[in-house]
């Protein structure tokens, strides 16, 4: 239906015609849903226009800007905690073990005789070196 008006579908792709003219009506609609109704020559307050910026930003905020930070938090104290001995995923799936700590790169032992050096902030998870069993 446009405008409450039946259309005729083509065959094959029943709907199709209708999702599009719904998705068009509401989108036209949208600009004299948000005008402002003429009363006694009155306006509205300036921050009731500014209202939904206000509540999007609010919403953005909540929804994207903080959990991110909070994930660059933990990656952060994840990156710090990182000792000698423990096992570390990296970046790519690069399983190894810290042999060496310098200020910005680990160097990784992945296999025997083999290290290379990765930076920090490619670790993604680390697994706790395991303690010397009591002899």
């Not at 005729?8 to 600009?31: C, D, Q, V």
């Not at 933990?74 to 995923?89: C, F, M, N, P, Q």
Request: hydrophobic content about 45%; proline content about 8%; overall charge positive.
């Amino acid at each position: 239906m446009v405008h409450g008006v039946p259309r005729s579908l083509p065959s094959g792709r029943e709907g199709a015609g209708e999702r599009k003219s719904m998705s068009a009506t509401i989108f036209y609609a949208w600009p004299l849903l948000m005008a402002p109704t003429p009363t006694d020559g009155s306006q509205p307050p300036a921050w009731v226009q500014l209202l939904p910026l206000v509540i999007l930003f609010v919403l953005m905020y909540f929804v994207l800007l903080r959990p991110q930070m909070k994930r660059q938090k933990e990656h952060a104290k994840l990156i710090s905690a990182v000792k000698t001995g423990d096992r570390v995923v990296a970046a790519g799936g690069i399983y190894g073990t810290v042999t060496n700590l310098k200020d910005a790169v680990v160097v990784l032992k992945v296999a025997d005789n083999v290290k290379i050096e990765v930076q920090r902030s490619t670790i993604t998870s680390v697994e706790k070196s395991d303690p010397a069993p009591a002899a």
